[in-house]
């Protein structure tokens, strides 16, 4: 049986490929419709021209056409999102304009002054995909991979009657560096229970077969002796992959640093990369030299992003065309898209990451707020495994986040300032409370032309 399957953002030449390729890899999906959509016509033919080279080297079957949005959705079995609202020029004031206010950003796409930023943003645009989807495709799920996926998850399902799941990979990231420092023969050996909101999970019973106590090998001295010894970067076998290597720095980064140090203080270890975690308390990115001792990079996007960009399409095309050969293309990647997408068209049941409404599944965090565990995947749906509580030295700082989430998805719906400013205000990361309306009101200016709900 086939499918049909819309792509907003189909144009990412860091992401469609991989994720395509994962599907084109997924035998019950052959033969489905893939429809690209996007806003930049070039970078939709080069993806298109490359998808079309792996479906035909796989001999999947898939029909790969580019189309305006609305022919996209119109009766999708599913619609996939990969997109980033503004480009690198909203994403650079989103960190240039914080730092005048103390906060130095090391991701910035999911909390304090630039994930609220990013959320202004992008919840119009996710909203609006899902009433069109209420429309032409009502029975359809949304499954997609933008930041900030908490608050895009919890904007599309409090504003619409779409289902929708958010999907990371920093969870499987953080699982491949512990099956490395832990010396775990395969990715079964070691698994954990997990439960928070996205690129602030927290890892419960972690198990690695054959190690008894596995605490006494999580600590700062033990990862760092790790780091020191292992042979080239850890690879996590996602999207990540490619991008890491594409804006590598030339120094020594320990990029779980962060998680080690709070796992010696609070007993948990955080499933995200450092430089995520770190933004969800109130002490590491206030000072570049607090930042330098954790290993945390200051992040920017000039030069290296858009250099980055260029780059990844100049060799997309060279795959394309034949100049040069194909990235390997022999099994899916560790992202967990296309097990999303198998279930819930094929039927095909699997457990996934995934960020969705608490339901329960996490028991002391807010209902309805979007709360990142495993869930189970089926035709039926994506259904959140009960994972118990948030530990109690995480509850408070989540507890927080939560709020300072909810206030921001509120601040876009309705156009509030009050609110968003309020977001800005409760943020753990931001430091100088007396000044937030001033910040705020800098990143609405810079952020105008793409806040349809604000008044100027």
């Known amino acids: 049986m086939s499918f049909k399957l819309a792509f907003i953002g189909g144009g990412s030449v860091l992401w469609v490929p991989r994720l395509g390729t994962d599907l084109f890899l997924t035998s019950t999906l052959s033969g489905?419709?893939?429809?690209?959509?996007?806003?930049?016509?070039?970078?939709?033919?080069?993806?298109?021209?490359?998808?079309?080279?792996?479906?035909?080297?796989?001999?999947?079957?898939?029909?790969?056409?580019?189309?305006?949005?609305?022919?996209?959705?119109?009766?999708?079995?599913?619609?996939?999102?990969?997109?980033?609202?503004?480009?690198?020029?909203?994403?650079?004031?989103?960190?240039?304009?914080?730092?005048?206010?103390?906060?130095?950003?090391?991701?910035?796409?999911?909390?304090?002054?630039?994930?609220?930023?990013?959320?202004?943003?992008?919840?119009?645009?996710?909203?609006?995909?899902?009433?069109?989807?209420?429309?032409?495709?009502?029975?359809?799920?949304?499954?997609?991979?933008?930041?900030?996926?908490?608050?895009?998850?919890?904007?599309?399902?409090?504003?619409?009657?779409?289902?929708?799941?958010?999907?990371?990979?920093?969870?499987?990231?953080?699982?491949?560096?512990?099956?490395?420092?832990?010396?775990?023969e395969s990715d079964e050996a070691i698994d954990s229970i997990c439960a928070g909101v996205n690129h602030f999970t927290v890892l419960k019973e972690i198990t690695c077969r054959g190690i008894y106590d596995i605490s006494s090998c999580l600590t700062v001295k033990k990862y760092l002796e790790y780091e020191l010894k292992k042979d080239g970067r850890i690879c996590t076998g996602t999207t990540d992959d490619q991008l890491e290597e594409l804006i590598a720095s030339h120094e020594k980064i320990y990029?779980?640093?962060?998680?080690?140090?709070?796992?010696?203080?609070?007993?948990?270890?955080?499933?995200?990369?450092?430089?995520?975690?770190?933004?969800?308390?109130?002490?590491?990115?206030?000072?570049?030299?607090?930042?330098?001792?954790?290993?945390?990079?200051?992040?920017?996007?000039?030069?290296?992003?858009?250099?980055?960009?260029?780059?990844?399409?100049?060799d997309v095309m060279d795959m394309a065309s034949g100049r040069k050969p194909l990235e390997s293309i022999e099994s899916r990647s560790h992202e967990m898209l296309a097990l999303a997408v198998e279930s819930l068209l094929a039927g095909v049941p699997h457990r996934i990451i995934a960020a969705l409404p608490n339901i329960g599944q996490v028991s002391n965090l807010p209902t309805e707020a979007v709360v990142e565990t495993w869930a189970m995947a089926s035709r039926s749906g994506i259904h959140p495994v009960a994972s118990g509580e948030v530990p109690a030295t995480f509850h408070g700082l989540l507890q927080q986040i939560v709020i300072e989430q909810e206030l921001a998805v509120e601040a876009a719906l309705a156009g509030s300032v009050k609110k968003a400013i309020q977001a800005v205000f409760l943020s753990p990361m931001f430091q100088r409370k007396d000044e937030a309306e001033s910040l705020l009101l800098e990143l609405l200016d810079a952020n105008k032309d793409y806040l349809p709900n604000f008044k100027f």
């Open 255 to 314: 990029r779980y640093h962060v998680n080690f140090f709070l796992y010696e203080q609070l007993g948990f270890l955080p499933a995200a990369g450092g430089g995520h975690v770190c933004e969800n308390f109130p002490f590491f990115n206030q000072n570049p030299a607090t930042m330098q001792k954790f290993g945390i990079i200051r992040k920017g996007v000039l030069p290296k992003r858009p250099d980055a960009k260029a780059s990844r399409t100049r």
């Open 32 to 184: 489905s419709e893939l429809c690209l959509v996007d806003i930049d016509p070039v970078s939709v033919q080069v993806v298109k021209a490359y998808l079309d080279k792996v479906n035909a080297c796989l001999g999947s079957k898939w029909k790969i056409k580019i189309m305006n949005e609305d022919h996209a959705l119109s009766d999708a079995d599913c619609v996939l999102v990969s997109i980033s609202t503004g480009g690198f020029g909203a994403m650079h004031s989103d960190y240039t304009i914080p730092e005048k206010y103390g906060v130095f950003h090391s991701v910035g796409d999911t909390v304090g002054p630039a994930g609220i930023s990013r959320t202004l943003r992008n919840v119009p645009v996710f909203v609006d995909i899902a009433r069109k989807m209420e429309r032409l495709c009502p029975r359809a799920w949304m499954v997609h991979v933008t930041n900030p996926l908490t608050q895009i998850t919890r904007a599309v399902t409090k504003a619409t009657s779409i289902k929708c799941a958010g999907l990371c990979h920093e969870y499987t990231a953080v699982m491949q560096m512990l099956k490395g420092l832990l010396k775990a």
